[in-house]
Nanobody
Framework: QVQLVESGGGLVQAGGSLRLSCAAS????????MGWYRQAPGKQRELVAT???????NYADSVKGRFTISRDNAKNTVYLQMNSLKPEDTAVYYC???????????????WGQGTQVTVSS
């Protein structure tokens, strides 16, 4: 099994910054794509940013130029640096990872438990 543990959420004023971290642990052979998604109250979960194992990145238009996704493959960790935060960025942020595990040898999708980000105006 694989666990994803997120940290770094909190309350920040508009214009401020936060850095989210997500560490994967377990019987990990390889992690392919990793990413961050978010879900605001009453809305569907949406993609924020993804990063491949080779560090190619993809961003939602709403966060381009403000958020930066990165990863440390040695630590099985993905980060999301969020700058110039806006009230509309308020949501629960979820980490996602596509993982190949020892024994199963197939790619499986895993999710973190979510971390709350609240941006006050």
């Amino acid at each position: 099994q694989v666990q994803l543990v997120e940290s770094g959420g909190g309350l920040v004023q508009a214009g401020g910054s936060l850095r989210l971290s997500c560490a994967a642990s377990g019987s990990i052979l390889r992690i392919n794509d990793m990413g961050w998604y978010r879900q605001a109250p009453g809305k569907q979960r949406e993609l924020v940013a993804t990063i491949t194992s080779g560090s190619s990145t993809n961003y939602a238009d709403s966060v381009k130029g403000r958020f930066t996704i990165s990863r440390d493959n040695a630590k099985n960790t993905v980060y999301l640096q969020m700058n110039s935060l806006k009230p509309e960025d308020t949501a629960v942020y979820y980490c996602n990872a596509q993982v190949v595990t020892y024994g199963r040898w197939l790619q499986t999708e895993y999710w973190g438990q979510g971390t709350q980000v609240t941006v006050s105006s």
